[in-house]
């Protein structure tokens, strides 16, 4: 039986990620309860779930008797859920609960990047890589919502702006 001890880093960067998956699990869950759309409601399930496995996968990572059996593929294994609701408002708009798990999705995706790119083991270092490309491609779900309603406030440039800037780089690198 192989057992893989972890440097210091990787285990340090899980244990300080840990606890935030908590208190994101805790929100996702508040926020599934009051949110009505249902397509909104399904991403952010499925974030829940995501991150749930997240979670086990860091722990399993943890495990010196199991961690260099934990793989890419431990990322896809998902499980349902139920939610006890208790409270049906949390005083947020859908928009603004739309617009905080897209924050939420591109805050992890970018934890879990930036810890990925100081972690030693390499099965470490690419969980935590597709870790945030999971985070990456909620937030694009959530994006995409936002785009649909309407609620995307990002201002659109123009094609003379576009040319303009592309012509200023073409200068620069005398392309």
């Known amino acids: 039986m192989t057992r893989m001890i972890l440097k210091m880093i990787d285990l340090s960067l899980m244990a300080e990620h840990l606890p ?11 926020y599934i309860c009051t949110i009505q759309d249902s397509e909104i409601k ?3 399930t499925e974030q829940y779930m995501m991150m749930q496995n997240h979670v086990k996968v860091m722990i399993a990572l943890m495990d010196p008797v199991q961690n260099e059996t934990i793989s890419i593929e431990d990322l896809h294994k998902w499980e349902p859920v139920s ?9 947020m708009s859908q928009e603004n609960i739309l617009k905080e798990l897209a924050t939420s999705a591109k805050s992890m995706a970018n934890n879990n ?16 890589t597709h870790m945030a490309l999971q985070q990456m491609t909620m937030l694009n779900r959530y994006n995409a919502l936002l785009n649909k309603f309407g609620k ?21 690198f005398n392309l």
Do not use: W, Y
């Not at 930036?114 to 690419?126: D, G, P, W, Y």
């Open 113 to 128: 990047f930036n810890s990925a790119l100081r972690m030693k083991a390499e099965n470490v270092r690419t969980i935590h």
């Open 20 to 30: 935030v998956h908590k208190a994101e699990l805790d929100k996702l869950a508040s």
């Open 42 to 44: 399904q991403a952010a």
């Open 83 to 91: 939610f006890n609701c208790q409270q049906n408002s949390i005083g």
């Open 152 to 172: 995307d406030t990002a201002p659109v440039s123009s094609r003379k702006e576009q040319e303009e800037t592309m012509e200023t780089f073409q200068k620069m």
